[in-house]
Structures are given as structure tokens and as C-alpha cells.
């Protein structure tokens, strides 16, 4: 079955500093992958998708990157503040309107 | 513009006990999907709505059910609740549904936070 791996323990740096998040997965040729933002006790927010003909994508401060031969995305935050802290979300197209979800990284940006 | 909202904001139930939760989506998108996250983990997949027609099913138990009305609000119906099935319930709307070639985005509401004691 489809899996997403996304790194487990959070993710702790200074503010200013970029932030890069990773997204692996197995079993699947995603036509799309997709970045979400959720906040505490929030619904996930969108924030950026790629597809598979893609190999970068850039929205302000956000750059994502996606390698379909390492089944691979990188998602960064470049000069990150503390209200970038948050939880990211890797998800993959499942078919219809079916998302994926990996279980997010939580990123701390300390002043 | 309202976004997707959803009612109630929190419930507590028993074991046993059956809950609804309800969804009104953006207007102007027909389709809705239901999501279930547990704390710490990423949301899953249950339902897919599109012009009041189940469009797709997630692996979760009959207990689990949902319909989605003309003015494509939604309903998600859970019976015989479990304690495992405390967990934030999202709902997402989007204009169309998304198929292989297409994506539309969707837009998560806030969610309905269940406790099952």
C-alpha cells in the first residue's frame, strides 16, 4: 500500500535561518504532491503543490522540490520566522479528491 | 467569504453512543470529503463526495456512513462509537473532484474535535 514517511521528530531552528522538510514515499507514482500547513486544533491550510513533470516550485519564501527516482520532496522555508512554527504536511493524490497524508513534521522557529 | 465550516466544534460521547457531524462546504463546490486525524498523526481518508454520489471510501468500518445533501452540505454519521475514534474530524470542500490529470484544491474547515469516554 501507498506509504509517506515524514520526518518524525520536530524540527528546531533559528529564525532567519532556512528550514527543509522532508517527504519520502513508497508503493506510488503520485501524479501531484502537496504541502499543507496545520496549526494546532486547525484544519491543514494550503500552501503548495508539484507535479510530477515538475521539478521545483517557489511561492515567496516557500521552494518545493520533487524527485519522482527517489520517490522524494523537499520542502524549504527560506529566512523562517516564529510564525512559521507550525506542523507540515506531505500529501499524495490517491484518486478522487483522496489525499494521503504522511503524519507532518512539527518545525519550531526560535528567535 | 466563509469558508468551509463545521458543527460542532467539540463533543464528548460514550462508548456506544452514535454522533453526526455536519459540514457546509465553500459555496459553490460540490464536492466534500471527510478526513480523520488522531493526535500525531497525519489526517485519513474516509469519504469522497461529489454531487450528492459517494465517490470514494477510505478503510474504515461501516460504522462509519455519510450523504451529502443537494445544497452539498454533508453529513458523517459514526455508530456504536469506539474510544478509538476520538480524533479531529475534517472535513474538505473543493469545486470539482480531482482525477489523475486534474487537481482542484481543497479547502479543510476547522474541525469537529470527538471524545469518546
Known amino acids: 500500500s501507498q506509504k509517506i514517511e515524514q520526518n518524525s521528530e520536530a524540527l528546531n531552528i533559528q529564525e532567519g535561518k532556512t528550514a527543509t522538510l522532508t517527504c519520502n514515499y513508497t508503493?506510488?507514482?503520485?501524479?501531484?504532491l502537496q504541502w499543507y500547513r496545520q496549526d494546532p486544533g486547525r484544519g491543514p491550510v494550503f500552501l503548495l503543490l508539484?507535479?510530477?513533470?515538475?521539478k521545483e516550485k517557489r511561492k515567496e519564501r516557500l521552494k518545493v522540490t520533487f524527485d519522482t527516482t527517489l520517490k522524494q520532496s523537499l520542502f524549504h522555508i527560506t529566512a523562517s520566522q516564529p510564525a512559521d512554527s507550525a506542523t507540515y504536511l506531505c500529501?499524495?493524490?490517491?484518486?478522487?479528491?483522496?489525499?494521503?497524508f504522511g503524519a507532518g513534521t512539527r518545525l519550531a522557529v526560535h528567535p | 467569504d466563509a469558508g468551509v465550516t463545521q458543527s460542532p466544534t467539540h463533543l464528548i460521547k460514550t462508548r456506544g453512543q452514535q454522533v453526526t457531524l455536519r459540514c457546509s462546504p465553500i459555496?459553490?463546490?460540490?464536492?466534500v470529503s471527510w478526513y480523520q486525524q488522531v493526535l500525531g498523526q497525519g489526517p485519513q481518508f474516509i469519504f469522497q463526495?461529489?454531487?450528492?454520489?459517494?465517490?470514494g471510501r477510505g478503510n474504515f468500518p461501516d460504522r462509519f456512513s455519510a450523504r451529502q445533501f443537494p445544497n452539498y452540505s454533508s453529513e458523517l454519521n459514526v455508530n456504536a462509537l469506539l474510544l478509538g475514534d476520538s480524533a479531529l474530524y475534517l472535513c474538505?470542500?473543493?469545486?470539482?473532484?480531482?482525477?489523475?490529470?486534474?487537481?482542484?484544491?481543497?479547502?479543510f474547515g476547522p474541525g469537529t474535535r470527538l471524545t469518546v469516554l
Open positions: 474538505a470542500s473543493s469545486l470539482e473532484h480531482s482525477g489523475f490529470l486534474s487537481y482542484n484544491e481543497q479547502f
Open positions: 508503493n506510488y507514482s503520485p501524479a501531484y
Open positions: 508539484i507535479r510530477e513533470n515538475e
Open positions: 500529501a499524495l493524490e490517491g484518486g478522487y479528491n483522496k489525499l494521503i
Open positions: 459555496s459553490g463546490h460540490k464536492s
Open positions: 463526495y461529489y454531487e450528492k454520489e459517494e465517490r
